[in-house]
T-cell receptor
Framework: DTGVSQDPRHKITKRGQNVTFRCDPI?????LYWYRQTLGQGPEFLTY????????KSRLLSDRFSAERPKGSFSTLEIQRTEQGDSAMYLC??????????????FGPGTRLTVT | EDKVVQSPLSLVVHEGDTVTLNCSYEVTNFRSLLWYKQEKKAPTFLFMLTSSGIEKKSGRLSSILDKKELFSILNITATQTGDSAVYLCAVGTSYDKVIFGPGTSLSVIP
């Protein structure tokens, strides 16, 4: 399978715990995006990387959230001191940047986080 | 603030009907408009449009963009139950950010 993969697929944690999610993009893709999606809403942008550089973070992303892509391949998203409001589906997507286009993104299956 | 609006938010049709889903946007530095289909999993890519007036087609689905009116439509003809899903519209900007709308939930009943 050469698509985007995410691990774990489901995570249940207690409030206050830290969690880390992993995303492996399509191998030739240089852009990697993280989104959060709650029921009835479209994906909400969190952050994105071009290769290993984190180019933008949403203003909605509190300092409890951090993302890395150390070698320009897989990425991790960590949430510290989780809160119940963090419960959501966390989606990763990758794309290949082109000069004029490059927003055609391919999504992974998501990690569903439940904070109790 | 950049935003993408979709209408209707939900729609129920019978098999064989034709549906039109709407997407309007207000963003700075528009670059592309994208349509995705989301069933009970991650969104799957349908179309990317960058030029006004050029229709893109894939089977029974088609889409067109109007950059003057900041608007796009997605048409589905001869709907089938397998078309039931949430259809997401998104806009890509020159800052490489992609902003999604809330989606239109389509239910096709036999």
């Amino acid at each position: 399978d050469t698509g985007v993969s995410q691990d774990p697929r489901h995570k249940i944690t207690k409030r206050g715990q830290n969690v880390t999610f992993r995303c492996d993009p399509i191998s030739e893709h240089n852009r990697l995006y993280w989104y959060r999606q709650t029921l009835g809403q479209g994906p909400e942008f969190l952050t994105y990387f071009q290769n290993e550089a984190q180019l933008e973070k949403s203003r909605l992303l509190s300092d409890r959230f951090s993302a890395e892509r150390p070698k320009g391949s897989f990425s991790t998203l960590e949430i510290q001191r989780t809160e119940q409001g963090d419960s959501a589906m966390y989606l990763c997507a990758s794309s290949l940047a082109r000069r004029l286009e490059g927003h055609e993104q391919y999504f992974g299956p998501g990690t569903r986080l439940t904070v109790t | 603030e950049d935003k993408v609006v979709q209408s209707p938010l939900s729609l129920v049709v019978h098999e064989g009907d034709t549906v039109t889903l709407n997407c309007s946007y207000e963003v700075t530095n528009f670059r592309s408009l994208l349509w995705y289909k989301q069933e009970k999993k991650a969104p799957t890519f349908l179309f990317m449009l960058t030029s006004s007036g050029i229709e893109k087609k894939s089977g029974r689905l088609s889409s067109i963009l109007d950059k003057k009116e900041l608007f796009s439509i997605l048409n589905i003809t001869a709907t089938q139950t397998g078309d039931s899903a949430v259809y997401l519209c998104a806009v890509g900007t020159s800052y490489d950010k992609v902003i999604f709308g809330p989606g239109t939930s389509l239910s096709v009943i036999p």
